[in-house]
């Protein structure tokens, strides 16, 4: 049985450009969230997804954004850019009516 | 304001002594208390989960504590081993209108080294 995965597990873009990050949540769970960790810090919610749609949203701008497949695999897309987008991006999945969140390996984004 | 503070910073032990990492956590309206591993460069692991009628917990050689009243939780490793380095995040979990969970609060976390 596969845990969550991610993808791509580095990635190095420009200010500017926009990117996509990809995450397969853990067989049988229907909720994926985002979180963005830089470096030395605790994660921070991005916004969670549930039924292909937008349940729960933290503190990002509308660069930020995502999307649930009916597979409930999920996307995370930022556009624009920013040097402090550098940071590691974790995704986890989850039963919605679980407490337990199971983490992928998360992506590194560094941005030049 | 939500929020998790953790201490210490840092700390480094030596393998097979026992540690204490502690956390004080405003989290309302309050779900779990949880602490993950989080080895350098990967997700974080669950250890524990503790809800508020919960005041201890214990998996393998990691033991948590949690005082609702205090809104204090604590991680005690006992035995460390080499493979214990990592950094302890605690997690407190906003409970939802409806009771379902709602976000999760993560503190910075404890950077833990342990040498031989």
């Known amino acids: 049985d596969a845990g969550v995965t991610q993808s791509p597990t580095h990635l190095i873009k420009t200010r500017g450009q926009q990117v996509t990050l990809r995450c397969s949540p853990k067989?049988?769970?229907?909720?994926v969230s985002w979180y963005q960790q830089a470096l030395g810090q605790g994660p921070q919610f991005i916004f969670q997804y549930y039924e292909e749609e937008e349940r729960q949203r933290g503190n990002f701008p509308d660069r930020f954004s995502g999307h649930q497949f009916p597979n409930y695999s999920s996307e995370l897309n930022v556009n624009a850019l920013l040097l402090g987008d550098s940071a590691l991006y974790l995704c986890a999945s989850s039963f919605l009516s679980s407490n337990e969140q199971f983490f992928g390996p998360g992506t590194r984004l560094t941005v030049l | 304001k939500n929020q998790v503070e953790q201490s210490p910073q840092s700390l480094i032990i030596l393998e097979g002594k026992n540690c204490t990492l502690q956390?004080?956590?405003?989290?309302?309206?309050?779900?779990?208390l949880r602490w993950y591993k989080q080895d350098t460069g990967r997700g974080p692991v669950s250890l524990t989960i503790m809800t508020f009628s919960e005041n201890t917990k214990s998996n393998g050689r990691y033991t948590a504590t949690l005082d609702a009243d205090t809104k204090q939780s604590s991680l005690h490793i006992t035995a460390s081993q080499l493979s214990d380095s990592a950094s302890y995040i605690c997690v407190g979990a906003l409970l939802n209108y409806g009771g379902s969970q709602g976000n999760l609060i993560f503190g910075k976390g404890t950077k833990l080294s342990v040498k031989p």
């Open positions: 956390c004080n956590y405003t989290v309302s309206p309050f779900s779990n």
């Open positions: 067989s049988g769970h229907d909720t």
